[in-house]
């Protein structure tokens, strides 16, 4: 089992990995956050409304599914959420250099920093 430093630390290992954070999607706090290159504040709310607009829509569809992760790609980064298997309510957001970051290694990442980590 990982702690939340342990499991940011370990995120921003890959390359091209600019920050992570840990977020808790009903108030839009950060539980803990690493790197530079985005102010983690503004993006963890934001990403907070992100998470509950997908939901929302799923609701809405009558999707019978969970979000394992969405995928923002802008023209030099990666932003990937990924919704924690291990505690509901928590999402883990992880921003990429576009150029030099591999997004399925990226992605691999964040599910396997997830199994791990331990609230």
Do not use: P, W
């Not at 539980?31 to 990403?47: C, H, K, P, Q």
């Not at 990429?96 to 964040?110: C, F, G, I, P």
Request: one cysteine or more; proline letters at 0%; aromatic letters at 4%.
């Amino acid at each position: 089992m990982a702690t939340i430093k342990q499991t940011l630390d370990e995120l921003l290992t890959l390359d091209g990995a600019l920050c992570a954070a840990i977020v808790d999607s009903s108030s839009g706090m950060m539980l803990g956050s690493a790197g530079t290159g985005v102010d983690l504040e503004v993006a963890a709310a934001g990403n907070t409304e992100v998470v509950r607009a997908k939901l929302k829509t799923m609701r809405a569809l009558g999707l019978n599914d969970v979000i394992e992760d969405i995928l923002i790609t802008l023209g030099k980064q990666y932003h990937i959420i990924r919704l924690s298997s291990r505690k509901e309510g928590v999402f883990l957001y992880y921003v990429l250099d576009k150029q030099r970051a591999n997004l399925a290694m990226a992605r691999r990442k964040t599910a396997d920093v997830d199994k791990d980590l331990n609230f």
